[in-house]
């Protein structure tokens, strides 16, 4: 398959005229003036070619917690979230009691094996159970635990192996040593904590990667009381962001994005099962989430998640004067840096997996391919 006449957003994140061949899922070549040779031709007409979007922090959508979905409704909800910009993705789970999370990882690594009827599962992403309670956000409180290895190696277990990413408080007792003994095999994500600016460097050298969803609960930036957002513009750091302009005004997006760069920040969007859905009253975690306006909260006001997508988040960042090259970088290839896979996916280059965006100029998405094949919007 040859896509001809578009503008192709390259290796580089930089936009040049380029035409792109689809070798069964690979990228095979990437040159102007391509002649087609006995292949289907997409002519994109001047429309743009991006890398498929990844999303490491979202919890679920159509009503389905990622903690509680069965196979149909995975299927159905990894296809939601690759027609709407995400062609890759870590489900993410909630603090659960321990056969409550036991099982769930359990049945998330079944559904694991992967085709081209929706976004593909890279691993899974623990949030929960090592947050500090002072900092737990949404999580119920009551479920919290230490992080202990022998107790990680029973949930990894379970998952037979699918944990990439684990978001843990580092103030918590036991914490550097876990971090030191579970990576670098599996990433380390600092937040849900009021970590102090000297045991954030801690445990960024004993091998923490990012921050989890940067200025959600945990200590805003001061100018005296630097703490995890300090620790993590010095060390240099993957930083989840959320990009929906409601977990983190615009303006404060913006600068961030100044403060960070492009090479540092990971859009994400901690969809909860109410992504794709009416605003309305749903199951959080065994408590009510009321839906208002896109963004969930919990009786007590607790902001328990977002709606957005991936593709709203990019079309956001574009609006509030990031450039396009920049938002979707964030959103795509430093996403596959944080949970190590930009080897092969992240972004348009030879030999790398064909996850591809065909959208227009309002970053409106006109076709979805995975790894080699178009998904149907219908």
């Known amino acids: 398959m040859l896509f001809k006449n578009g503008l192709v ?21 990437i040159a102007p003036d391509v002649t ?44 939601f979230l690759a027609l709407n910009g995400a062609t890759s993705f870590l489900p993410t ?3 659960l009691p321990p056969d409550g999370i036991i099982d769930a990882l359990s049945r998330l690594s079944e559904y694991s094996g992967n085709d081209d009827r929706g976004a593909q599962m890279l691993g899974i992403h ?23 290895l022998r107790d990680f ?11 990439k990413l684990v978001t843990v408080a580092p103030e918590l007792d036991g914490a550097i040593d876990f971090i030191r003994g579970i990576t670098p095999e599996t990433r380390v994500s600092l937040g849900h904590g009021g970590t102090d600016y000297q045991l954030c460097r801690e445990a960024f050298a004993s091998g923490a990667t ?7 609960v945990m200590p805003s930036l001061h100018h005296r009381n630097i703490s995890l957002i300090t620790a ?60 208002t306006g896109g963004v969930g909260r919990l009786r007590d006001g607790t902001i328990n998640g977002g709606t957005s997508t991936m593709i709203q988040a990019v079309r956001n960042l574009k609006r509030w004067g990031i450039p396009v090259e920049s938002a979707v970088k964030m959103a795509s290839y430093n996403s596959a840096c ?8 992240g972004r348009i280059a030879i030999g790398y997996d064909a996850d591809l965006l065909v959208v227009n100029t309002e970053l409106s998405i006109d076709r979805v391919m995975l790894r080699g094949q178009f998904l149907e919007s219908c």
Request: aromatic content about 8%.
């Open 9 to 29: 957003l390259g290796e580089d994140f930089r936009f040049s005229r380029a035409d792109v061949r689809v070798t069964g899922e690979k990228i095979a070549l």
């Open 36 to 79: 087609p040779e006995n292949e289907s031709v997409i002519d994109l007409g001047d429309r743009l070619l991006l890398p498929g979007l990844i999303n490491i922090h979202v919890h679920g959508a159509l009503g389905h917690d990622f903690t509680e979905i069965n196979r149909e409704n995975f299927t159905d909800v990894r296809r």
């Open 93 to 95: 789970t909630l603090t």
């Open 126 to 148: 623990l949030e929960g159970p090592y947050l500090s309670p002072a900092y737990k956000g949404a999580h119920n409180a009551d479920w919290l635990t230490l992080p202990r």
């Open 153 to 163: 190696k029973t949930l990894q277990n379970a998952a037979h192996g699918q944990i």
């Open 210 to 216: 990012q921050i989890t969803h940067m200025f959600n």
């Open 232 to 291: 993590a513009f010095e060390t240099g750091c993957f930083t989840e962001l959320i990009c929906d302009g409601y977990h983190v005004e615009p303006t404060v997006v913006q600068m961030a994005y100044r403060i960070f760069g492009d090479d540092h920040i990971v859009v994400i969007t901690d969809g909860i099962a109410a992504t794709g859905l009416p605003d309305g009253v749903y199951s959080f975690g065994g408590e009510v989430s009321v839906v």
């Open 338 to 345: 944080a949970v190590d896979v930009q080897d092969h996916k």
